[in-house]
């Protein structure tokens, strides 16, 4: 399934860059979200938006900052990231955000290096 | 504040095998959902399953099937007849409300050996 499309795949970054992460969804939802997924935890909710305005942050560092132009684009924004910052950081949409009804839709991750 | 548990990091299974993997959790809250998510190589994070805990028939997807205990906070995966393409890390989640209130456990990895 390609309804959710992250790029870049691999990123290899220095803590003193700036890069963005990129995600398209084509299935006509109106509710995006960032996951971070470290290994042997949990996925960590990041962010989330509804129609386009973001309803909440869980308490990301400032040095993410995330940015939602459209219902199908979304987007992460980064600089003087930490090497703890390393993850796979997921992209998904949902219908609406009541998530039993309209369940949440991955892509394919772009897995962070930060050296 | 709610949990997941997966208790077991690691399952293994031969092919067309019946495998049951484990999840627990907890929340105060008395109308939610469960899931089951699968994350093959590629990554991208699949629905698998998903139970109502208002509704006491378990739920079956295919060769899918969840074992829920409502009393006893537990929401298990059985996969019948396993298949190679099975082979991922499984992920239980409790959702009580919108985003904010879906978490997930820390996984089981799911071999699926010939």
């Known amino acids: 399934e390609t309804g959710v499309t992250q790029t870049p795949r691999h990123l290899v970054m220095g803590m003193t860059n700036k890069k963005s992460l990129k995600c398209e969804q084509h299935?006509?939802?109106?509710?995006m979200y960032w996951y971070k997924q470290s290994a042997k935890k949990p996925l960590e909710l990041m962010f989330v938006?509804?129609?386009?305005?973001?309803?909440e942050n869980n308490s990301v560092p400032s040095r993410f900052s995330p940015e939602c132009p459209n219902s199908s684009h979304l987007f992460l924004h980064l600089h003087t990231l930490q090497p703890e910052d390393s993850a796979l950081y997921l992209c998904?949409?949902?219908?609406?955000?009541?998530?039993?009804?309209?369940?949440?839709?991955f892509g394919n991750g772009t897995r962070l290096t930060v050296t | 504040a709610q949990t997941v548990t997966q208790s077991q990091p690691e399952m293994s299974v031969q092919e067309a095998e019946t495998v049951t993997l484990s999840c627990t959790y907890d929340?105060?809250?008395?109308?939610?959902?469960l899931f089951w998510y699968k994350q093959p190589p590629s990554r991208q994070m699949i629905l698998v399953i998903r139970?109502?805990?208002?509704?006491?028939q378990n739920a079956t997807e295919n060769r899918f099937s969840v074992n829920f205990q409502k009393a006893a906070k537990s929401f298990s995966l059985k996969i019948s007849d396993s298949q190679l393409g099975d082979a991922a890390m499984y992920f239980c989640a409790v959702n009580t409300g919108t985003a904010s209130k879906l978490t997930f456990g820390t996984g089981t990895r799911l071999q699926v050996t010939l």
């Open positions: 938006y509804s129609l386009e305005e973001r309803v």
């Open positions: 139970q109502e805990a208002y509704k006491q």
């Open positions: 998904a949409s949902s219908q609406d955000r009541g998530l039993y009804n309209s369940p949440l839709h």
């Open positions: 299935l006509g939802h109106n509710a």
């Open positions: 929340t105060s809250e008395s109308d939610y959902y």
